[in-house]
């Protein structure tokens, strides 16, 4: 194993951070938001249409929405959702619940790669710090709890980052890991992200660590587990259904418009430098601190998280992509810089970065516990008044025992913020356990609140006793692909497509505008109009047709 020492390892006291301690704390982590809620927007409810359409009609080959090809994301995350879908729902868990845990699952494993990765190239104790700093970055906390494809990427990433560090140790497993890695990475996103991880890889020779013939043996191993196990599912989509593997290769294989703009980049040049500032917060600060006391950067430990730090960026910043979550991958990089000099940082840094988390957590501790006083009792008047404002189809529920875990939650982390002597590793783990409070806090006692105002089940389910029983076919437009899978999946009701400037095909229309477009329809009258609350960019209306005079 390639371990670190820092210049003043003798001086240092041993971290005294329990491992169970960061197992539980990691594991926490991953629950809230996981289960309890409906799918929401913006990707939620394409995945979960993705899973139902494999459950369905068996289309486990191509990723399907109603029947149609839906080609944003290659199928690995949507098999691992069916799979917990089929296994789970309905009898335990909700369709969209089930399919969830894909995402706990994929962070699990990103999470214990990185954590892998610490330990192999910096050194013992240091992989958990790893893992406290990737849960405390910001940019994780939402996507790492959603039904999105992209955390099989991450998964991916760290699996290839954990294989470019083992190599200095063993080779072939590293080879192997990488290949494996590869091919994760190519059925969960693009080979954009594909191309990212091998730019890397043969870069790295650029370094004495990786320039010896062992190395090649990595790439060797790699490119014989990878390639194969590639190819297998587009060719297997080429035999079945020619067009639209022609269809995915020319405007999905690279991702996004094909990946990279022909005369430049589309969007802001320091978009994702400016991402980066908040995206891996506290992570960059704690890097920053690294570099500034190994300048050099003669060292594995610094050469290879820059390198793929710095790849990332490049691209990125080349393609044509403009969305936080490409910037997933930076978040490896910079958490193993972070943590390389995390029991050098000065008291100072450490007592700030923990009274930061303390006044940062805190306060929105105290805004989660008030709202959900307010919202459920009417007091504070005034915040109840907003509560109802914000989430006006929400019915007052109180769960005892998600109460008394918040409660307990909260107390255990004002113990752990008010603990004197902090150093950089006891600070981290507090911000970790902040961040987690307050996400835990978010989805627990404000979740039944935010799903009300989030999810399109309150407007399906008005919109569906406004509807004649006698009514046999609403259509809409076929562009409103959204409208149809909610109400789908919350009435039972297949939505009649049709295009603009086809004659409509039913005696009711579902319009779907937004609110400068207004919702009138000459010549039919409408029957019922509605919104999620605090809505700004859609209203719907449904219309019947006249009778003939």
């Known amino acids: 194993m390639l371990t670190y020492t820092p210049d003043s390892d003798s001086r240092l006291a041993q971290p005294t951070e329990k491992p169970w301690l960061l197992l539980l704390l990691t594991f926490v982590w991953l629950w809230p938001g996981i289960l309890g809620h409906d799918p929401w927007k913006p990707d939620e409810p394409y995945v979960l249409a993705v899973v139902e359409d494999m459950l369905r009609h068996g289309r486990w080959l191509l990723p399907s929405i109603q029947g149609m090809p839906y080609l944003d994301s290659p199928p690995l995350y949507y098999w691992v959702a069916a799979g917990f879908a089929r296994l789970l729902s309905p009898w335990a868990l909700p369709l969209h619940d089930a399919a969830r845990l894909a995402t706990p699952f994929f962070m699990a494993i990103a999470l214990t790669l990185a954590g892998m990765a610490g330990r192999e190239l910096i050194g013992r104790r240091h992989g958990r710090s790893v893992v ?49 890695a590869t091919v994760t990475v190519f059925l969960s996103t693009s080979l954009l992200e594909v ?66 703009g022909r005369m430049g980049v589309f969007h802001d040049f320091g978009y994702y430098p400016l991402v980066s500032l908040w995206y891996t917060w506290p992570a960059w600060p704690l890097a920053a601190w690294t570099l500034y006391r190994h300048r050099h950067l003669d060292k594995p430990v610094l050469q290879l998280p820059l390198m793929f730090f710095g790849v990332v960026m490049i691209l990125l910043t080349l393609s044509t992509r403009q969305s936080s979550e490409y910037a997933l991958p930076m978040l490896l990089p910079m958490a193993m810089l972070a943590a390389v000099e995390l029991d050098t940082l000065k008291r100072g840094a450490a007592a700030f970065l923990n009274w930061f988390g303390l006044m940062t957590f805190g306060f929105f501790g105290l805004l989660i516990w008030a709202g959900w006083a307010a919202m459920n009792f009417g ?36 113990w752990a913020v008010t603990r004197r002597n902090l150093r950089g590793r006891q600070a981290v783990t507090n911000w ?30 008005s919109m569906m006793r406004a509807l004649p029983a006698d009514a046999r076919c609403v259509a809409t437009e076929r562009s409103h692909l959204l409208t149809r899978l909610s109400w789908q999946y919350y009435g039972g009701l297949t939505l009649t497509p049709f295009a603009p400037g086809e004659p409509i095909p039913c005696e009711y229309l579902l319009v779907n505008r937004t609110p400068a477009e207004g919702l009138a329809e000459p010549g039919w009258q409408m029957v019922w109009q509605g919104k999620r609350p605090r809505e700004k960019s859609e209203i719907f209306g449904l219309f019947r047709r006249p009778p003939p005079q």
Not at 137 to 150: D, F, K, P
Not at 456 to 461: K, L
Request: proline share 7%; aromatic share 14%.
């Open 379 to 414: 007091w504070p008047e005034k915040l109840a008044q907003r509560a109802k404002y914000f989430s006006p189809y929400y019915e007052p529920s109180v769960s005892a025992l998600a109460a008394l875990c918040a409660l307990f939650a909260t107390l255990v982390w004002v």
């Open 195 to 260: 191309a990212l991880i091998w730019l890397v890889a043969v870069l790295l020779p650029a370094f004495s660590a990786w320039r010896n013939p062992r190395y090649l043996i990595t790439l060797v191993m790699a490119l014989v587990v990878a390639l194969p196990l590639m190819l297998i599912w587009p060719m297997a989509l080429a035999k079945a259904q020619p067009a639209v593997f022609a269809a995915w290769w020319q405007g999905h294989a690279l991702g996004p418009l094909n990946g990279f």
């Open 432 to 461: 970790a356990a902040g961040i987690t409070l307050f996400w835990g806090l978010a989805m627990s006692l404000w979740l039944p609140w935010l799903d009300a105002a989030k999810s399109y089940r309150p407007v399906v389910t």
């Open 132 to 180: 406290l700093i990737l849960i405390g970055c910001l940019g994780l906390i939402a996507t790492g709890h959603q039904l999105n494809t992209v955390v099989a990427g991450f998964a991916g990433f760290a699996a290839a980052f954990y294989a470019l560090v083992l190599t200095l140790r063993s080779p072939g497993l590293a080879g192997a890991v990488l290949g494996a």
